[in-house]
């Protein structure tokens, strides 16, 4: 079984890097950009940009106590008489020097490195630009080198792939894997191999694909395809950086890792497609939690959901209807066993319109509406509503929209509303709707509350420049009694 639900919680509560410590890492590199800028590092510097796990956003939360970190790229102009060393141990040298930076400064290989009282870090590696031809060549400071590399379009491909994937699929998915290597400890494989064999999986050909409709089925599909590529190579196999086929991110395996690596993955695809062919939902919950661990589902009573799921599976056929003209005793029902028993196709009634705007191919699914009740359209009487809380027949929903980590939607978006309504009430009334309604407040709507039923509000943001649809709310449902 899916259990959509599910996976989005446990990645908004487990496994992704909350709004907090982003933005006390954003400030962190704000600062630090600042001094390296008004240091006397020497070096003329061009530009900064993020590195690795950060700026391909597949970075996740540490396991309890242990530190996250980003990697920031620092681009500078070549100096005269600067060796490949100079450039990390003169940068070395100016934190050093700081009251504020020099207990928390060390230096590696190509970075440097400032750690937050072992909560998180930042990795400031120099990358110089067009020394001899044009390109970019990090320092490595072990064997004074420079060595050409390629981070920015590295960055630019995985954008591509999750671009194809649909529904930032395969950051998810990525995320969900390293979470399963943080958390087991059975294998490694270090985070750009592991992405990049993730993102090999993908290519132009899955767009639109019903293989990538949702987080479970994305990563049934991946797991599935590395597994068959791994299986058909027995030994270490190169796995070439696509924009740089001169570096093999396989020489960071030895054999034995590479060998184990592929067993595991090998039985976790087993698990996996076990847990999402599960047709009972408690064995499907426990099946999952073998996979990812306890923390999975964890607000859920799996004895409780199965004696729920048992007689649900029983009884909810009784009140639904293809048509969407349910009796009103699915609003009873679901108050008792919650959004969980409706199927997928509830939310996809037939006469729901079609987004008139053209996709973007990376289109967000991440947005979420959120909701508050009035008695009256301008009251300043006012309660919170989840999706699923049942709110009287009276009053109203002032609907709005937010990004994953709470905050509003930027300038230069405007957001639509789908409102889509069902149940024999509203279908009598001929108020079946499904249609697109523009904001009344900047990116809020109201919605008076009337038909009894289940009915949804589906909120899509679309760039004014080009009129193209950028993000996409899942159905927000609304249970009027």
Not at 51 to 79: C, N, R
Not at 304 to 314: F, G, P, Q, V, Y
């Amino acid at each position: 079984m899916k259990l959509q639900a599910q996976f989005n919680d446990f990645l908004a509560e487990t496994v992704n890097l909350n709004a907090t410590r982003v933005s006390l890492l954003s400030e962190a590199v704000l600062n630090l950009k600042g001094f390296i800028r008004n240091s006397a590092y020497g070096a003329r510097i061009k530009t900064f940009a993020r590195q690795g796990s950060w700026a391909h956003q597949t970075i996740i939360k540490p396991l309890a106590g242990g530190e996250y970190d980003a990697d920031l790229l620092m681009f500078v102009y070549p100096e005269e008489g600067w060796s490949a060393s100079d450039y990390v141990d003169k940068l070395y040298d100016v934190f050093s020097a700081s009251g504020l930076y020099k207990d928390k400064v060390s230096r590696w290989e190509y970075c440097v490195t400032i750690e937050y009282a072992g909560v998180r870090k930042v990795d400031i590696a120099p990358c110089v630009v067009d020394r001899h031809q044009p390109g970019y060549e990090v320092c490595n400071r072990a064997t004074n080198d420079f060595e050409v590399t390629r981070p920015l379009e590295y960055t630019d491909w995985l954008v591509e792939q999750n671009g194809y994937s649909g529904g930032n699929s395969f950051r998810k998915v990525t995320r969900l894997l390293k979470y399963l290597r943080d958390i087991k400890t059975t294998f490694t494989c270090p985070s750009v191999l592991l992405t990049t064999l993730v993102g090999q999986q993908i290519s132009w050909l899955d767009q639109g694909k019903a293989n990538y409709a949702d987080v479970p089925t994305a990563l049934l599909t991946l797991v599935s395809r590395l597994d068959e590529w791994l299986q058909a190579r027995p030994n270490k196999p190169q796995v070439l950086n696509p924009k740089l086929t001169t570096e093999d991110f396989g020489q960071l395996w030895t054999d034995s890792q590479y060998s184990n690596f592929r067993n595991c993955i090998h039985r976790y695809q087993s698990w996996i497609a076990e847990a999402y062919d599960c047709e009972d939902r408690a064995e499907s919950i426990k099946a999952w939690q073998r996979v990812f661990g306890d923390e999975f589902g964890k607000g859920v009573n799996v004895l409780a959901e199965k004696a729920a799921t048992d007689s649900s599976r029983l009884s909810v056929d009784h009140y639904l209807s293809e048509t969407a003209a349910h009796s009103d005793g699915l609003v009873d029902f679901v108050k008792r066993v919650g959004l969980s028993i409706l199927p997928k196709w509830f939310f996809k009634p037939p006469y729901l319109k079609n987004p008139p705007w053209p996709v973007s191919r990376e289109l967000i699914r991440t947005i979420n509406v959120v909701a508050q009740w009035h008695p009256s359209k301008d009251s300043m009487e006012v309660r919170r509503v989840v999706a699923g809380d049942p709110v009287p027949p009276r009053g109203g929903l002032w609907l709005d929209v937010r990004q994953p980590d709470g905050s509003v939607i930027p300038d230069g978006y405007m957001v639509q509303w789908r409102i889509t309504n069902t149940g024999a009430a509203a279908i009598a009334a001929n108020s079946r709707r499904g249609d697109f309604y523009v904001s009344n407040r900047r990116y809020s709507r109201w919605e008076p509350l009337q038909y009894r039923g289940v009915h949804m509000a589906e909120a899509f943001i679309v760039r004014m420049t080009d009129d193209v649809l950028v993000a996409q709310s899942e159905p927000f449902a609304v249970l009027i009694e």
